[in-house]
């Protein structure tokens, strides 16, 4: 069966510091990759998705950048935090079955950057 | 602009009753819909999928419907328990193209004893 881990769990950072939050995904190969972001009583924010090694595309420009250096391992990074950037980010996974995406989430990180 | 609609923003109802929670979305051309369950501090997990020909999927006591002519999905709750409690998301996919879902800002369920 498919598995999604994100590392760490939860995160405290102070502003100015740099960010790496690392995901990966396990029994599939070649899916599609994702990152949100969700603040506090809001939707889900699509940051990054990608199709491919070394492919990424970004759908809010910011201060963050995404890297898939392997297959099945997604890294959300940042060289200068910002306030702004404290959220839940989700990874998340896509494959196409029987005609149909099927999306899944990682457990998610929670960022608080102080 | 694809754009998905949920209502109400939040709801509080007491265990064992049931709820209906709503979806309007304008994604076009539409491929499917789907509503996610979100526990706090959690990744959100698929509930139910439904495409294009479907007008109603159930999954335990949770039952979606979807009207594809009027751009519209609900999802009802059957006998809600205490653990029904969380965010629930509509999202849409658009067809073709890799897939982008546009999400909703959910709704936030509050079941009481």
């Known amino acids: 069966s498919q598995t999604i881990h994100q590392w760490p769990a939860t995160l405290v950072q102070p502003v100015g510091s740099p960010l790496s939050l690392e995901c990966t995904v396990e029994g599939t190969s070649n899916p599609n990759l994702y990152w949100y972001r969700q603040a506090a009583g809001r939707g889900l924010q699509l940051l990054f998705y990608?199709?491919?090694?070394?492919?990424i595309s970004s759908e809010v420009p910011q201060n963050l950048s995404a890297s898939r250096p392997q297959d099945r391992q997604f890294i959300l990074s940042s060289k200068k935090l910002l306030l702004s950037d404290s959220g839940f980010y989700l990874c998340?996974?896509?494959?196409?079955?029987?005609?149909?995406?099927?999306?899944?989430f990682g457990p998610g990180t929670r960022l608080t950057v102080t | 602009k694809n754009q998905v609609e949920q209502s109400p923003q939040s709801l509080i109802i007491l265990e064992g009753k049931n709820c209906t929670l709503q979806c309007n979305y304008t994604v076009s051309p539409f491929s499917n819909l789907r509503w996610y369950k979100q526990d706090t501090g959690r990744g959100p997990v698929s509930l139910t999928i439904m495409t294009f020909s479907e007008n109603t999927k159930s999954n335990g006591r949770y039952t979606a419907t979807l009207d594809a002519d009027t751009k519209q999905s609900s999802l009802h709750i059957t006998a809600s328990q205490l653990s029904d409690s969380a965010s629930y998301i509509c999202v849409v996919i658009e067809s073709g193209g890799s897939y982008i879902p546009t999400f909703g800002r959910g709704t936030s369920l509050i079941v009481h004893p």
């Open positions: 998340a996974w896509s494959v196409r079955l029987a005609g149909v995406y099927e999306q899944y």
């Open positions: 990608s199709v491919g090694i070394g492919q």
